[in-house]
């Protein structure tokens, strides 16, 4: 409980922290970094990629999909949906804005800004785990209800990239920004660069390194995208990604997350979809997409990500992959509040917040 006061008002502190002491001081782009200096919460330790600031996902409870699959939310209204255990926090840190009758993307940015800030995190934000080369690269994107959408990819050195996502839909007349670009429009929208390794980050790429072995584990390498979808007061939807891709992937690499269509996709009409797992799977089948337009055609949300998940599978196997070695789950609502979600293999989970329901659910999967 303390821990949650403490960390509400550090997420206040938001601001204070990346325009705090966490400063890029003059470092070689070409170089890896490591993150190693000290939030203002943090005394004077030097993070660990644990940092004991941060409440921890560890007791999650994690309710069956069987108990819950297509059953519609109490409340067509305040509702959100985010992946993995760190769903929880996020909502929570989310929820106040929501409930509070805020805007659905408000709600959204602060929650996925929970966890791009949480150095415990290994691949969102701050903490993410580097490319083969040693540089933490950042993707990803926003979109509302309205077809308003931004994103940037690739991007190093700015901790919030899902703020930096909302300032492209905002404040320019593109929806995405690559790279060097995407850092140098962030810092002149105010944000701070600094390095996003942390020591734990570093050591696991000293160690990947001796094997180079490029070889994602399902569920664990993986386990990393924060999509949150939801629903405020007004019926408003919207959706948001962020992630640092998969560890060790080629310098440059970018996924499905910040691919407006493929890792989300907001229909104001119909619902949102997003997705996480092995990116290159879903941009493909444009993943997110396909779900709400399944959707469209009067699918539920659980029926259209079920759908699209299959055939991600088939395909799979006519290009002869291994299912086995790939991991990708959708979660949608639509505009009913109706929830779904549907993974390749057992293990993917998701966190439902809305006036009666505050749990992470494990989501049914077509392999067991
Ligand atoms: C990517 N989809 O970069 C992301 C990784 C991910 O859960 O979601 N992992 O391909």
């Given at each position: 409980?303390?821990h949650?006061?403490k960390f509400l ?8 922290i990346i ?9 070689d782009a ?17 993070l660990?990629?644990?940092d004991?600031?941060y409440?921890k996902n560890?007791?999650?409870q994690?309710?069956?999909s069987?108990?819950?699959i ?10 959100l ?13 989310a ?10 993307l ?16 290994r ?9 083969r ?20 990819v690739c ?8 703020s ?9 007349p ?6 060097e ?5 962030a810092?002149?929208?105010g944000?701070?660069k ?11 790429w000293q160690?990947?390194?001796k ?18 979808i ?11 990604c962020?992630?640092s891709?998969?560890?060790f992937k080629?310098r440059?690499?970018i996924g ?12 104001g009409?119909?619902?949102a979809?997003?997705a ?19 959707m ?5 949300p659980?029926?259209?990500?079920e759908?699209a998940?299959?055939d ?24 009913n509040g ?11 989970t998701y966190a ?10 494990s989501a ?5």
């Amino acid at each position: 409980m303390q821990h949650r006061r403490k960390f509400l008002k550090k997420l206040g502190l938001f601001s204070a922290i990346i325009g705090g002491k966490q400063l890029f001081a003059g470092l070689d782009a070409d170089q890896p970094h490591i993150y190693t200096n000290n939030a203002p919460n943090n005394g004077n330790k030097s993070l660990t990629g644990e940092d004991a600031n941060y409440p921890k996902n560890n007791d999650v409870q994690i309710i069956d999909s069987d108990k819950i699959i297509n059953k519609k939310s109490k409340t067509t209204t305040e509702l959100l949906i985010t992946t993995w255990n760190f769903g929880k926090l996020a909502n929570e840190a989310a929820w106040p804005t929501l409930s509070g009758n805020g805007y659905i993307l408000d709600a959204i940015e602060k929650g996925i800004n929970f966890t791009e800030l949480d150095p415990s995190e290994r691949s969102v934000g701050l903490g993410g785990r580097p490319d083969r080369d040693g540089h933490v690269t950042l993707d990803a994107c926003i979109m509302d209800e309205m077809g308003n959408i931004g994103s940037v990819v690739c991007m190093e050195h700015i901790a919030t990239p899902i703020s930096v996502a909302r300032k492209v839909m905002e404040n320019t007349p593109h929806v995405m920004l690559a790279a060097e670009g995407a850092t140098e429009f962030a810092v002149n929208q105010g944000f701070k660069k600094q390095d996003l390794m942390v020591p734990d980050s570093y050591r696991e790429w000293q160690e990947w390194l001796k094997k180079s072995e490029y070889k994602p584990t399902v569920n664990i390498e993986n386990h990393d995208t924060i999509g949150m979808i939801g629903m405020d007061k007004n019926g408003r939807l919207g959706g948001g990604c962020s992630t640092s891709g998969m560890a060790f992937k080629m310098r440059g690499r970018i996924g499905d997350s910040p691919i407006i269509g493929a890792g989300l996709f907001v229909d104001g009409e119909v619902g949102a979809c997003t997705a996480t797992g092995h990116g290159e799977e879903v941009i493909r089948v444009v993943g997110a997409h396909r779900v709400v337009m399944e959707m469209r055609t009067g699918l539920s949300p659980q029926a259209a990500c079920e759908i699209a998940i299959k055939d991600i599978a088939k395909k799979l196997e006519k290009r002869g992959k291994k299912w086995n070695e790939v991991q990708i789950g959708f979660i949608a609502i639509n505009i009913n509040g109706e929830i779904g979600a549907y993974s390749l293999q057992a293990g993917f989970t998701y966190a439902v917040r809305s006036y009666t329901q505050d749990e992470v659910i494990s989501a049914k999967s077509l392999y067991q």
